[in-house]
């Protein structure tokens, strides 16, 4: 099993740009997919991006398609967010999810369907 840590989190001005770091320790990444999540206070945990096991395909939430672009690197045990154009309403607790697989429509996108969570980074986005 792998451990997630994410890192790369603060406090930016509207339109500015941040770049998260989610590094595992642990043996065999390559065999999980991990998805970018965020929590905002009050608010339930949120799908923002996931990523194929080698990296090949991407998929995002359509709030930050575009703006957003998740990649990672296997050899280095990471998986990076490039946040652009950021808005107040990105302002949450990122966090990293992964898992091997799972079955259903959509069920990447559910947060119930991953046991393994790194403790989220703050992204916080000033008006």
């Known amino acids: 099993q792998v451990h997630l840590a994410e890192s790369g989190g603060g406090l930016v001005p509207a339109a500015g740009s941040l770049r998260l770091s989610c590094v595992a320790s642990?043996?065999?990444?390559?065999?999980?997919?991990v998805t970018w999540f965020r929590q905002a206070p009050g608010k339930e945990r949120e799908y923002v991006a996931r990523?194929?096991?080698?990296?090949?395909?991407?998929y995002y939430a359509d709030s930050v398609k575009g703006r957003f672009t998740i990649s990672r690197d296997n050899a280095k045990n990471t998986v990076a967010l490039q946040m652009n154009s950021l808005k107040p309403e990105d302002t949450a607790v990122y966090y990293c999810?992964?898992?091997?697989?799972?079955?259903?429509?959509?069920?990447?996108?559910?947060?119930?369907?991953?046991?393994?969570w790194g403790q989220g980074t703050q992204v916080t986005v000033s008006s």
């Open positions: 642990g043996r065999t990444f390559s065999n999980y997919i």
């Open positions: 999810g992964a898992l091997t697989v799972c079955s259903g429509y959509g069920c990447y996108r559910s947060p119930t369907e991953y046991k393994i």
């Open positions: 990523i194929s096991y080698s990296g090949t395909s991407t």
